[in-house]
T-cell receptor, first 112, second 114 residues
Framework: ETGVTQSPTHLIKTRGQQVTLRCSSQSGHNTVSWYQQALGQGPQFIFQYYREEENGRGNFPPRFSGLQFPNYSSELNVNALELDDSALYLC???????????FGEGSWLTVV | AQSVTQLDSQVPVFEEAPVELRCNYSSSVSVYLFWYVQYPNQGLQLLLKYLSGSTLVESINGFEAEFNKSQTSFHLRKPSVHISDTAEYFCAVSEGQAGTALIFGKGTTLSVSS
């Protein structure tokens, strides 16, 4: 049990639609990051938030955006969905950029 | 730029046999190294990590990994595997301040059979 909860666990969207994925971190974990894991691949870093501000971003287009809230929850928003966005999206949190990063179970997104 | 190479995509072994999952990284600065395990339809669980100090790190379930700076490697080993160790294993590296972005390898599928 990592204390990181993600919702929904599975969802199906149509190409061109928008999706919001949610994450609830452990209390006090003020660093949250999101990763995309395509089938058969390792997770790829999307972006990271520290104390509600984005402070790092991977090689993902601007239609991937996020928010972090004061209550240690966060969101990943993806606009104009493409078929290649189909993947497992993982939320991870840590305390004050601590050495241990805790992952949630992920949200499976299928774009048809 | 950092990168992580997991040299074996699949490793099939018999129960109670030893296993080594290989991981090499490239980085021009000091790094932090991690192994994560992912069971089917689950998220990632931290198995062990190297931050500093002793180059040999151990997990609570019998895995160990050794940081070799000269060979830029962080191989994962277990002297005797169990059926329950069947999973996907990911090596990851981060640079600079700990807690920053992780760069993952593509993963190694460990399949343990009886």
């Amino acid at each position: 049990e990592t204390g990181v909860t993600q919702s929904p666990t599975h969802l199906i969207k149509t190409r061109g639609q928008q999706v919001t994925l949610r994450c609830s971190s452990q209390s006090g974990h003020n660093t949250v990051s999101w990763y995309q894991q395509a089938l058969g691949q390792g997770p790829q870093f999307i972006f990271q938030y520290y104390r509600e501000e984005e402070n790092g971003r991977g090689n993902f287009p601007p239609r991937f955006s996020g928010l972090q809230f004061p209550n240690y929850s966060s969101e990943l928003n993806v606009n104009a969905l493409e078929l290649d966005d189909s993947a497992l999206y993982l939320c991870a949190s840590s305390l004050d950029r601590d050495n241990t990063i805790y992952f949630g179970e992920g949200s499976w997104l299928t774009v048809v | 730029a950092q990168s992580v190479t997991q040299l074996d995509s699949q490793v099939p072994v018999f129960e109670e046999a030893p296993v080594e999952l290989r991981c090499n990284y490239s980085s021009s600065v000091s790094v932090y190294l991690f192994w994560y395990v992912q069971y089917p339809n689950q998220g990632l669980q931290l198995l062990l990590k190297y931050l500093s100090g002793s180059t040999l790190v151990e997990s609570i379930n019998g895995f160990e990994a050794e940081f070799n700076k000269s060979q830029t490697s962080f191989h994962l080993r277990k002297p005797s595997v169990h059926i329950s160790d069947t999973a996907e294993y990911f090596c990851a590296v981060s640079e600079g301040q700990a807690g920053t972005a992780l760069i993952f390898g593509k993963g190694t599928t460990l399949s343990v059979s009886s």
